[in-house]
């Protein structure tokens, strides 16, 4: 029988290593967890893999069901529109509070050495499309942390698995980073010359490029990665607010 504390470490284990595969689509979108197949890739019983999985379902990343099996979550449009929705809104009010703040050099120099790092990241045989998440993710971290917003910024981190997956699909199949690394050069560029009144445009069109870059591959070839959302022709006409 397994000690307890055992077995809850073997399940966080777990717990953590299919959420990262899910996050990083290493598990696709509608893709089965066969709890078989854990087991004998961990080594485990039963019981701490399905107290993984139960965990993931209550993040919304696997969905179990009865004789039917364990699955990744497909990916939801609407969801994945709402959460850029929120972002627009709540990080180019941020940001504009950060440029009011008076931002010194030595901290823009912290915002330009991430894009550096950025460019030295895409200038590799290998792009680590993780690695460059971290970045992308530290980059837009900087002016809520700045901004004593770290809750916030959690918050968003919370809400936006679904975004999350998508930007990954984003990555894997379009390869387009240094358009991504152009968007971060044009809103540091707007903090350095502090044009507050064009960060929410800035943003909006960075944050609507995946949807952009994609088109629509979204609906077609990876239809079966998602679900549609209920007003296609809203969240069309939204996104095309923000594209160039």
Not at 16 to 28: A, F, R, S, Y
Not at 41 to 69: H, Q
Not at 213 to 221: L, P, S
Request: glycine share 2%; charged share 25%.
């Amino acid at each position: 029988m397994e000690n307890t504390n055992s077995s809850t470490d073997l399940s966080a284990s777990i717990f953590e290593t299919l959420k990262e595969e899910i996050l990083n689509l290493t598990i696709m979108p509608g893709q089965e967890i066969v709890e078989s197949k854990i087991c004998d890739r961990f080594s485990v019983t039963r019981p701490p893999v399905r107290t993984a999985l139960r965990r993931l379902s209550d993040m919304g990343l696997v969905e179990i069901k009865p004789y039917y099996g364990t699955h990744a979550t497909l990916l939801n449009m609407d969801k994945i529109f709402q959460i850029i929705h929120m972002r627009i809104i709540v990080e180019s009010n941020v940001i504009q509070e950060f440029i009011a703040s008076n931002p010194d050099a030595f901290i823009l120099e912290e915002l330009e050495h991430n894009i550096r790092l950025q460019n030295i990241l895409i200038s590799q045989p290998d792009i680590e499309r993780t690695k460059f998440f971290e970045l992308d993710n530290q980059l837009h971290s900087f002016w809520f942390t700045n901004q004593h917003c770290e809750n916030i910024w959690d918050i968003i981190q919370e809400q936006k698995i679904e975004y999350t997956r998508f930007r990954m699909l984003d990555y894997e199949s379009t390869m387009e980073y240094p358009e991504m690394i152009q968007d971060h050069i044009d809103l540091v560029d707007a903090i350095k010359k502090k044009d507050s009144n064009s960060i929410p445009v800035i943003i909006g069109e960075h944050l609507n490029n995946g949807v952009k870059r994609m088109g629509d591959k979204i609906f077609h070839e990876f239809s079966q990665y998602i679900i549609p959302p209920k007003n296609t022709e809203y969240w069309e006409n939204y996104n095309k607010r923000y594209y160039k």
